[in-house]
């Protein structure tokens, strides 16, 4: 058990400090853009199940390949929170609940945002890649998936998660929500467990570029060596 406890505090201990602290000292007040978000997403539900409110969810956002690239770009922030209509509500809104306020403790309301734009566009843009491609290439896709309304939290939580188990260095769960996402494809190789993988693909990129630049930043902040100094760091011994 001692060694199951240490494995946690070691796993989520720096994380979970952070989120006590904030809930405590702030409560809901910690979590603002949180708590919009669950706003956002219960309305579009309830308003795109009414006889007149499916067309204008579906024109600010609705997904779809086949759309023209612009259009897509202009709906895709939205897309986050239009919960798909084949699944159950309190999936997306559980999602959104938990990981977006994990990541706007951790990381702030701009990089939570940042990420889970950038997960979420990876699979947008993902899905005309693999339909251009074909279903004979391992990444590509049917031509019929080009008709597939693709709105929903999944790719950005995916996203969120890998990123703040980056940044808290919480590798095992990093490595589980890596692996349960090849596990999906495997089981059930569809557009949305690809378009999950481009999620990892490039928030995996973003990280790698956020560590390159931290460890610039550490270099230029270290003290230089003495040109004047030895190997050693002692004076000189004259003659």
């Not at 559980?94 to 701009?110: H, M, N, P, T």
């Not at 494809?185 to 999620?199: D, I, R, S, T, Y």
């Not at 995996?204 to 570029?209: D, K």
Request: charged residues 15%; hydrophobic residues 50%; glycine residues 8%.
């Amino acid at each position: 058990m001692s060694t199951l406890s240490a494995f946690a505090r070691r796993e989520w201990g720096p994380l979970y400090t952070t989120l006590r602290t904030a809930i405590v000292t702030e409560k809901w007040q910690a979590v603002p853009m949180t708590l919009g978000a669950v706003g956002l997403t219960a309305f579009f539900q309830v308003v795109q199940n009414q006889s007149w409110g499916l067309d204008p969810v579906r024109e600010i956002g609705f997904v779809k390949a086949d759309d023209p690239l612009w259009t897509a770009l202009l709906r895709t922030p939205l897309s986050l929170f239009v919960p798909a209509l084949d699944l159950p509500v309190w999936g997306a809104l559980a999602q959104v609940l938990l990981v977006f306020a994990i990541a706007e403790i951790s990381l702030g309301v701009w990089r939570t945002l940042v990420i889970a734009y950038v997960s979420t566009l990876a699979g947008t843009t993902y899905a005309r890649i693999g339909i251009s491609l074909g279903p004979g290439h391992v990444l590509g896709l049917p031509a019929s998936d080009a008709q597939i309304v693709d709105t929903g939290p999944s790719a950005a939580v995916i996203g969120l998660a890998l990123f703040i188990c980056w940044r808290y260095r919480a590798w095992f769960t990093a490595a589980l929500v890596i692996a349960s996402m090849i596990v999906e494809v495997l089981v059930k190789n569809n557009l949305a467990g690809k378009e999950h993988l481009m999620a990892i693909a490039a928030v995996l990129a973003v990280i790698g570029i956020s560590a390159l630049r931290r460890r610039r930043r550490q270099r230029r902040r270290s003290p230089q060596p003495s040109r004047a100094a030895g190997r050693s760091g002692a004076p000189p011994i004259r003659s």
